[in-house]
């Protein structure tokens, strides 16, 4: 079992940043691959970013490429969002989610058995 908080959240100003962090509890942190979704709203939930186990490999969604950068840091059950040249579009509820994952090296861009609470980020024009 796994819990997920997210904090970092707030108000910012288009084209600037904002950084996220998920910290996780239980479970062995590094069997899980992990990801971020959001939601603004009346949308629908979509997904952001996606970190493999050990943190080898990412992806993106085309909205947030080449602006935003998940990492993690095992040691610190840790997976981060860093969020740079923000958009009003990407105002949302922004949620830190994980699954088991065999692969050393899989991404996912659904099936995410964890969610956390989720944070909100507001970016203003």
């Known amino acids: 079992q796994v819990q997920l908080v997210e904090s970092g959240g707030g108000l910012v100003q288009a084209g600037g940043s904002l950084r996220l962090s998920c910290a996780a509890s239980r479970g062995i942190f590094s069997n899980y691959a992990m990801g971020w979704f959001r939601q603004a709203p009346g949308k629908e939930r979509e997904f952001v970013a996606a970190?493999?186990?050990?943190?080898?490999?990412?992806y993106y969604a085309d909205s947030v490429k080449g602006r935003f950068t998940v990492s993690r840091d095992n040691a610190k059950n840790s997976v981060y969002l860093e969020m740079n040249i923000l958009k009003p579009e990407d105002t949302a509820v922004y949620y830190c989610?994980?699954?088991?994952?065999?692969?050393?090296?899989?991404?996912?861009?659904?099936?995410?058995?964890?969610w956390g609470q989720g944070t909100q980020v507001t970016v203003s024009s």
């Open positions: 970190i493999s186990r050990s943190g080898g490999r990412t």
């Open positions: 989610v994980g699954r088991r994952s065999i692969g050393e090296n899989d991404v996912y861009q659904f099936n995410y058995d964890y």
